[in-house]
Structures are given as C-alpha cells and as structure tokens.
C-alpha cells in the first residue's frame, strides 16, 4: 500500500495529496505520515513547490476530518439514541461526553493528529456529542495545519535520508503518546489532589 500512495503522489502531485488525506483521516488504511514526509521530500528534491505542498495537505487534512464530524453528527447520536440502550448508553453519557468536550476534549481534535489511531476518531466523538461547529473548526482545522507543516518539514529537511528516519517514524509517534499519556494523567491527579486539599 505504501509503494502505491507514493506512486500516486510522484505521478498526481497535489490532486493524489489532497485525495489520499481525505481518505486518510476519514479512516482509511492510508499511511498519512509517510505520506506528508514522502511529499516533504518532494519539496526538497524540486518536484513540488512548498506552498501548494502544504495547501493540498491542509485541505485534505480540514476536509477528512470534516466530513469525519460530520458523520458523527449526523448518524452517531441516531445510532446511540436507537441502539445505545442494548450498550448501556444513555442520554446523560451523551451529555457528560458533550460536557467533556467543551471543557478539554477539543485539545484532542488539535494534537490527536499526532496519535496514531486516534485522530480517526476524534473527530466522530465529536460529532457525537454535538461539539459545535465553530469550535470544532477552531481546534481541528488548527491541529491540520500543525500537523501537516511538522510531518513536510520532517520530510524536508531530512531530505535524502526522509526514509530512513521514517521507518523508526512509529516508534518516535508511539513513545511521544505515551510521554503525552502520562502528563496528561500526572495533571489530572495534581488537579484532583488539589481539590481535595483543605483551604
């Protein structure tokens, strides 16, 4: 699948980018980082120019994630409200999760791009639970643009050792979710022992 994408890409330029991320992030089997640091390369070696490199990648990125939200929206809260109670999902999980979302859970529509497996669904949970569409455009739109620029400029400034560095490319990914993971969970035990402390 791999040496297909990167075919498509040397032979469609911008059209397969844009294409490919959308299939990517809507949960396609698309490998999305190999892909923007393969595109990356392309910049370096004068295929590609930077600024529709990274134009293709955000617009793919925004419109897959998207159409992601969408779908959440528009058939998630059907499914739960006619098939939930076989789940054990009620209305007031629906409202907690839309309550977590308002308070923390868009900061997963912006750095979630950057865990694998988890930016396929972000954005389906928040659709979900109605997140509204300002802030889900907010967070999203600015967690593509992130991290299309990291993963091209990767790709460009490796240049010709782009694939080397990307075959360890998950390793890197899965030890920087874990490092997230625990300061994520070391803040919430810090916040949770403050409330408790005595005034």
């Known amino acids: ?18 294409s490919l991320l959308v299939l990517g992030i809507v949960g396609l089997p698309v490998p999305d980082e190999t892909l ?24 793919g990125s925004a419109c897959g994630i998207t159409l992601s939200y969408a779908l959440g929206r528009w058939f998630g809260l059907g499914l739960i409200h006619r098939y939930g109670r076989y789940l054990r999902i009620r209305q007031d999980h629906v409202d907690k999760a839309h309550a977590w979302f308002r308070r923390a859970g868009h900061w997963s529509l912006t750095f979630g791009y950057f865990i694998p497996g988890v930016r396929h669904f972000t954005a389906y949970a928040a659709g979900m639970s109605e997140l509204e569409a300002p802030q889900f455009c907010l967070f999203a739109y600015s967690g593509a643009a992130l991290w299309a620029a990291t993963f091209l400029s990767l790709g460009y400034f490796l240049g010709e050792r782009w694939h080397a560095v990307q075959q360890n490319l998950d390793r890197y990914l899965l030890g920087f979710t874990l490092v997230a993971a625990v300061l994520i969970v070391g803040w919430l035990v810090w916040r949770w022992l403050r409330r408790r402390a005595p005034r």
Do not use: D, K, N, S
């Open 1 to 18: 699948m791999e040496h297909q994408v990167l075919a498509w890409i040397t032979q469609y330029g911008y059209l397969a980018i844009f």
């Open 36 to 59: 923007l640091t393969f595109t990356g390369y392309l910049v370096y070696a004068g295929h590609l120019a930077l600024p529709g490199a990274f134009f293709a990648a955000f617009c």
